[in-house]
């Protein structure tokens, strides 16, 4: 068959894809969730979620995407897009279930838990976060890992906008001692041997 | 200065999430749930269609709207009969008061509009 290799979804731009999907073609939205589907789930883990609820939660954030993919005008990157639907989602789940107000109240003995880092004392994203705690991961995953805005964050999370700043600047903070002990020098050398 | 950088690491990072083991069984997941509100939804939608044209056309047989149609046919015949005694009627008045059968054609091309209307749905979506 001519041209089947070229129409193949595995071979098209995430846009292009969206446009087959929004005309109906579950078969190329079906290649944007293969190709997308690790990272919705790992945003939503590093936003606390436990795995069989990051799955669910990403499973029926897709499937929203699906229903709205026509609004998706290609702006940003699908990615993006639908990680912000996932992580509203699962505030949404968070809210429904009551546990927002208590992750917001709640502190993690952050001292207590000493992530496992390298010879250097680096250690990967997901360990430095479990080293915030639950509201300042959950501020910091989504303005960082979804891409929302410090207001939309607070509308998402309905807490004060004062609120979700001190949340991401001390979750910041923490993440930086955490990343780079060294205070950059260790890991911008690395970075130019890589 | 800094902490922009380390903003846009942090960025970075979170873009560059590792693919999961089971990302494929997820993506399968995904469409299987796809499959499985697309046939409901095609089933919701032509038994709505079915239900709503049965309903239509048995209100239409029910409601005794030939006997009505029939009925105003008569009265329009005696208009017609009696503005023809002030003036002359024109043609189209006695083609508009046939009777019954045109009720009958125009029912059945109303159901056959609807059938075509929700093929046409279902298939859009």
Known sequence: ?194 | MLEAEFERRLERLFADAPELPDATAFAARVDRKLDRGWMARRWLIGAAGGAGGVIGASQLMMTNIFTRVEDASESARVITSSLGQVRSSPDWMSAMTGGGSVVWVASGLAILAMAFALRRVIEEI
């Open chain 1, 1 to 194: 068959m001519p041209g089947a290799t070229k129409s193949s979804p595995a071979s098209l731009h995430d846009v292009e894809l969206c446009a087959l999907a929004a005309a109906g073609q579950r078969q190329a939205f079906g290649e944007l969730v293969r190709r997308h589907g690790s990272a919705v789930r790992g945003l939503l883990r590093r936003m606390g979620a436990q795995p069989a609820e990051a799955d669910d939660v990403a499973q029926d954030a897709f499937l929203t995407a699906f229903e709205r993919i026509a609004e998706f005008r290609g702006e940003g990157a699908f990615a993006g897009w639908v990680k912000r639907i996932a992580a509203r989602a699962y505030l949404r789940r968070l809210q429904k279930e009551r546990r927002i107000g208590a992750l917001a109240a709640e502190n993690v003995e952050e001292e207590e838990r000493a992530p496992a880092g390298d010879s250097d004392g680096r250690i990967d994203l997901d360990e430095a976060l479990k080293g915030l705690s639950p509201a300042e991961r959950l501020c910091v995953s989504m303005c960082f890992g979804a891409g929302l805005s410090h207001a939309e964050a607070a509308e998402a999370l309905n807490l004060p906008l004062g609120t979700v700043k001190s949340h991401v600047k001390r979750g910041l903070e923490k993440l930086r001692a955490r990343l780079a002990p060294a205070e950059g020098a260790v890991l911008e050398g690395r970075r130019g041997n890589a």
